[in-house]
């Protein structure tokens, strides 16, 4: 099945710094989304981007994708200590509505 | 606001015991997942539902059943639990082809622990 693979698995930063963590797929893709899961709670979907985007803002998150890399970044800018969390993508298949998450980047954001 | 909800955030059961997880959705998604989720296993697929009554097996199924006789529930049955069924299980919904313009929502999560 496809699935997302987050690179790094650890990422620790200082509050107001900028944080980027990558994801790569290896199939071909309808979308790929992008959610968050704090700890010990369920996941949140945060972004979609569409295989004919390139890239994709919503507030201090943005997101890119690059279809001939089958890869995706996502940036959050000016980090705060509540971004601490687990970040996953998944990739959406053209055909079915089945999404794969792999292990996930877990995002430390020190005050 | 939109809600999947399950039912036990915390559950400690004893091994061979009967283990129902509940999880409701108020959103009228048709498809409904159960997911397990292990340290360095990332999240995986146990079973889905399409429809009322409808099942597919999704990735490790074993020592699983599911239950959907109303649309807005999905129950997750550990047959005879086993302690390396604890994990943290969660519940998520979404439309019909989702993955193509919808993100899915998930619950808060189940954290069984068997002993």
């Known amino acids: 099945s496809q699935q997302g693979e987050e690179d790094p698995q650890a990422l620790s930063i200082q509050e107001g710094e900028n944080a980027t963590m990558n994801c790569s797929y290896k199939?071909?893709?309808?979308?790929l989304q992008w959610y968050r899961q704090n700890s010990g709670r369920g996941l949140v979907h945060l972004i979609l981007i569409r295989s004919n985007e390139r890239e994709k803002h919503s507030g201090r998150l943005r997101v890119t994708l690059d279809t001939s890399k089958k890869s995706s970044s996502l940036l959050i800018t000016a980090s705060r200590a509540a971004d601490t969390a687990s970040y996953f993508c998944a990739p959406a298949r053209n055909a079915g509505n089945m999404l794969t998450f792999g292990g996930g980047t877990r995002l430390m954001v020190k005050p | 606001d939109v809600k999947v909800t399950q039912s036990s955030r915390y559950l400690v059961k004893r091994t061979g015991e009967k283990v129902f997880l509940e999880c409701v959705q108020d959103?009228?998604?048709?498809?409904m997942f159960w997911y397990r989720q292990d340290p360095g296993l990332g999240l995986r697929l146990i079973y889905f539902s399409y429809d009322v009554k409808m099942k597919e097996k999704g990735d490790i199924p074993e020592g699983y059943s599911v239950s959907r006789e109303k649309k807005e529930r999905f129950s997750l049955i550990l047959e005879s639990a086993s302690t390396n069924q604890t994990s943290m299980y969660l519940c998520?919904?979404?439309?019909?082809?989702?993955?193509?313009?919808?993100?899915?929502?998930f619950g808060s999560g189940t954290r069984l622990t068997v002993v």
């Open positions: 959103m009228d998604h048709e498809n």
């Open positions: 998520a919904s979404s439309f019909p082809q989702a993955s193509l313009n919808y993100g899915y929502t």
């Open positions: 199939t071909s893709i309808n979308n």
